[in-house]
């Protein structure tokens, strides 16, 4: 599943199954390649960060949690996707040659791990390769030769 895809998704309280809030954006760990966990368009009680260890189920049309005990406060450090701007901005090697723009990330929906980076121009980097991801850029271990 494309992290754009689940962009402004509605999270969905399972034991009211009500809409509670929708997603903004992502955190992702660089060294662990796994989905930290979420912001919210609208804070929830004050709270406006869900861990991925509170979400219950991440699908293609909705996000569901338990109950909306399961917001909190968005923990330093995370590095956000789009708010740091790392979505968009260049994806060097590790040798530093600019290998493209950072289109999107696909992540694996039942386990939040990371599965490809995927570049502005289609080309996909196996999340194997992900070695940072900052505000400057996001660095992969080899360089990546583009689709033909």
Known sequence: MRLADIHKHPVVDLSSA????????????ATTRQVLGFTLRKAVDGHDWLAWADVHALGTDAATVSDSQAFTAMPDGALLLKGSGALGRR?????????????????EPETGA???LV????????AEDLLGVGSYATVIRTPVVPPA
Do not use: F, K, M, R
Not at 18 to 29: G, K, N, R, Y
Not at 119 to 126: H, I, N, R
């Open 114 to 116: 990371v599965i490809t």
């Open 18 to 29: 009500t809409t509670v809030t929708h997603l903004a954006d992502v955190a992702i760990d």
């Open 119 to 126: 570049l502005a121009d289609g080309t996909t980097v196996p």
């Open 91 to 107: 994806v060097l090697s590790a040798e530093g040659v600019d290998v493209g723009n950072l289109a999107d990330v696909d992540v």
